[in-house]
């Protein structure tokens, strides 16, 4: 069975905190996203990734940095946690880029 | 701007009862057209897609959606839910080859008894 695992289901820091949220694959997939998920927002694409070492920007980047340095596992780094990035972050990998993508459980953060 | 509408924030439905859930798209292009659903606490779980082809399209758990490029939707049905398809549907759409996906804002879906 496929899985997408996120290593935090909740995690509560401080503002001015740097966060990691990790996420690894264990299908092979190419592509990797994260996701923000907002009440009355739906999902937002925060960064995608096609290969190791490679990352592209999604639609609200600022603030988030991400990091892919092998194939299965793609980072989320929140390097000045603010109380606007309290949300739930998504994972998602896909075998082809517009093809099926399969979600991790989500981590939901807190900044207080 | 491309954007993708789900115009249901919240729908309450009897158990038995058919369900029907409204997506709308503007985009220039013919999109790829996809619908989610997540259960509480969990992540998304595809239920049915839209690439080409047959525009009513079948899905897992008894779901169905038919595309209608006239109108720009791609409305989810299903005859008759059960207690179970309560949860959050959210309809997603691309158009471009790097799979940036637009995600309407969800409904979600109370079922009673």
């Known amino acids: 069975d496929v899985k997408v695992t996120q290593s935090s289901r909740y995690l509560v820091k401080r503002t001015g905190e740097k966060v990691f949220l990790e996420c690894v694959q264990d299908?092979?997939?190419?592509?990797m996203f994260w996701y923000r998920q907002d009440p009355g927002l739906g999902l937002r694409l925060i960064y995608f990734?096609?290969?190791?070492?490679?990352?592209e920007k999604g639609d609200i980047p600022e603030g988030y940095s991400v990091s892919r340095e092998k194939k299965e596992r793609f980072s989320l780094i929140l390097e000045s946690a603010s109380t606007n990035q309290t949300s739930m972050y998504l994972c998602a990998s896909s075998l082809v880029p517009s093809g099926e993508l399969f979600f991790g459980e989500g981590s939901r953060l807190t900044v207080l | 701007a491309q954007s993708v509408t789900q115009p249901d924030i919240h729908i309450t439905v009897s158990e038995g009862a058919s369900l029907e859930l409204r997506c709308n798209y503007s985009y220039g292009a013919t999109p790829y057209l996809f619908w989610y659903v997540q259960s509480p606490g969990q992540g998304l779980q595809l239920l049915l897609k839209?690439?080409?082809?047959?525009?009513l399209v079948q899905g897992i758990k008894g779901f169905e959606a038919e595309f209608k490029r006239s109108q720009s939707s791609f409305n989810l049905r299903k005859p008759s839910v059960h207690w179970s398809d309560a949860a959050e549907y959210f309809c997603?759409?691309?158009?471009?080859?790097?799979?940036?996906?637009?995600f309407g804002a969800g409904t979600q879906v109370v079922v009673t008894p």
């Open positions: 839209y690439f080409s082809g047959d525009t």
């Open positions: 997603a759409v691309t158009t471009d080859s790097w799979g940036k996906f637009q």
């Open positions: 990734s096609y290969d190791v070492k490679m990352k």
């Open positions: 299908m092979d997939h190419e592509n």
